[in-house]
């Protein structure tokens, strides 16, 4: 861990409290390595100050500072080029640093930024956001060096537009969310057995017939080819890959609304019942909650054509490096049928060029393509084999994503008294609990190199608008970005540094709650937790 090394012992009023009584600084995730100067002269950013770049490869990140520093603190500022003075900000790319990362010196001198790339450059930025406050009617950033890079390359966030459809706009807006805490992941859950949501040209009927309801009776919606360019767009220039997933080859009842010939009869249980969960029927949209009752027909030739189809087309549309195919929760599909789909689907993205990505249910099968990502959703202490499931993935040399369901479920309650979101996994996710849990010690022989990074999934079964889900994601979605982007927790915390500079539950609360003037003002509907003290 190299977590506060820069802290060093004596350094001059290192993380001494401010007017305000809160410590210099309080960014999320917290640096890999920061040292401030509360007794030297801050920076102040006023209406003349300009974002100056000193070469045109900082030129889009300039304007994009300008719409990030503009909304964090009302100022229109402008781009500029060449030499500034003390109240400017400016923008650098040197390569040769670790990818993604950049160091920001903050003085009465100026903001200087130097990203590895575009996207440190773009992190650096989110950074300063982040280190502004207004004071004295004036917007100041203490004195402060930082140099920072992630710890995991995958900082994923998830949203299911599936069981309830979000529009661009919303999808555009949580990806202003995530990548403002250095997320650069958008898994989005396309399809699942109330609707399917992009369109697919070979196989018109999917959003014709299945994409025009939501749960619970909300009205549906799917995204045209252009939409999902322009989403895809957005989330690369602040960015972030997009992984579309095609949950197969359960939680497809929706499929067959379109192409009946492909699906098998709905499999009522007596949980169903014992649930009171809407009953599936054939042919007839579904608008419960229930799951593992749908699957596509394993032995019919007829469902990899669709399967090609499906993922050529998708491999087209998505420049990321991934395709997810799903494969969670096969409750209805006997094993042996249930690897030989994975076996072939996992083939046919990686034929076209992909790498696969699948929930762990999927490292059931030992013919699975080897580069297949795997996604860890069960708890922090694993049941029911979930573990050896997920450890598949490794031996066959490819890496997991850590998506603990009772850490990292943005769709869990955060207490009792919630309205919005549900209960099962280990009942409400506390901030606290969100945040308390270290990816390389929940499956044994998944180490730091065998994972990929952590992701926070947000589903959507009681969430219809933006601000649902901005209230379930805010602030646990910090918690996730701060496990995926920090330094690992030191073994022992350094006796110099404020408590709130600590990659500890305690530091990571009180920096958090500095943040909410900000997230308001960027218009962020966050849930103010009772755990938290907000500024
Ligand atoms: C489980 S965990 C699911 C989803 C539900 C979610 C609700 C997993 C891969 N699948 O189908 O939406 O729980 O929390």
């Known amino acids: 861990a190299v977590a506060l090394a820069a802290c060093t012992p004596g350094s001059a ?12 600084t309080a960014v999320v995730p917290l640096p890999a390595s920061q040292k401030a100067d509360a007794s ?9 100050s300009t974002v100056r770049t000193e070469a045109t490869d900082a030129e889009a990140t300039a304007r994009l500072a300008v719409q990030l520093l503009g909304a964090a603190t009302g100022l229109r500022l402008q781009t500029a080029s060449g030499a500034g003075s003390a109240h400017d900000v400016v923008l650098r790319i040197a390569a040769g640093a670790s990818p993604e990362s950049y160091t920001l010196q903050a003085s009465a001198a100026g903001v200087t930024i130097t990203g590895a790339d575009e996207a440190g450059l773009f992190y650096g930025v989110q950074t300063l956001t982040q280190l ?3 004071r004295d009617g004036t917007w100041q950033a203490e004195a402060t060096e930082i140099s920072d890079h992630p710890r995991f390359a995958y900082r994923g966030a998830m949203l299911d537009v599936a069981r309830h459809f979000f529009p661009v706009d919303v999808v555009k807006h949580y990806i ?33 017939r299945a994409s025009t309801t939501s749960m619970s009776g909300d009205p549906g919606g799917f995204y045209t080819k252009a939409d999902f360019a322009d989403i895809v767009a957005y989330a690369a220039s602040r960015h972030m890959t997009v992984v579309p997933e095609i949950d197969l080859p359960g939680h497809t009842h929706a499929v067959g609304l379109a192409y009946p010939e492909l699906a098998e009869a709905p499999v009522i249980t007596d949980e169903m019942k014992k649930f009171n969960q809407q009953i599936p029927v054939a042919g007839e949209p579904y608008t419960g909650d229930a799951v593992g009752f749908s699957s596509l027909k394993i032995h019919d030739e007829a469902t990899y054509t669709f399967v090609e189809d499906v993922v050529r087309e998708l491999a087209v549309m998505t420049p990321g490096p991934y395709i997810h195919i799903g494969g969670d929760e096969p409750h209805s599909i006997a094993p042996a049928d249930y690897r030989l ?3 072939r689907v996992t083939k046919i993205v990686a034929d076209a060029g992909k790498t696969p990505v699948a929930w762990h249910e999927a490292g059931a099968s030992t013919g699975i393509a080897p580069s297949t990502v795997g996604q860890y959703w069960g708890f922090r202490t694993p049941t029911d084999g979930m573990d050896d499931q997920a450890r598949t993935f490794v031996e066959n040399g490819a890496k997991v994503v850590m998506s603990p369901a009772d850490a990292a479920y943005l769709d869990m ?28 010690k929940i499956v044994d022989g998944i180490g730091e190199q065998s994972i ?16 649902d889900i901005d209230e379930m994601a805010f602030p646990r979605l910090a918690s996730a970005a701060e496990i995926a982007w920090s330094p690992a927790p030191a073994a022992h915390s350094s006796a110099e540094s404020a408590p709130d500079a600590e990659r500890t539950w305690s530091g990571f609360r009180a920096r958090v709650g500095q943040l909410g003037p900000l997230w308001t003002r960027e218009g962020i509907h966050f849930f103010a937790s009772p755990e938290i003290d907000w500024a």
Request: proline share 6%; aromatic share 8%.
């Open 341 to 343: 789909f994975v076996d």
């Open 132 to 134: 502004l406050r207004e």
């Open 13 to 24: 009023a290192s993380h001494a409290p401010s007017e305000e009584g809160s410590s210099v």
């Open 176 to 208: 202003d969310d995530a990548s403002s805490l250095k997320l650069n992941v958008l898994h989005l859950h396309l399809t699942d057995d109330q609707g399917w949501r992009i369109r697919i040209d070979s196989r018109p009927k999917l959003t014709e």
């Open 452 to 467: 990929l990074g952590v992701e926070a999934p947000l589903w959507s079964e009681t969430l219809r608008t933006a601000d």
């Open 413 to 440: 309650k955060y207490d009792a008294s919630t309205a919005l979101g549900l209960t099962w996994a280990n009942g409400p996710t506390s901030v606290e609990r969100s945040y308390s849990w270290e990816p390389t």
């Open 40 to 48: 030297a002269k801050p920076f102040t950013l006023g209406t003349s």
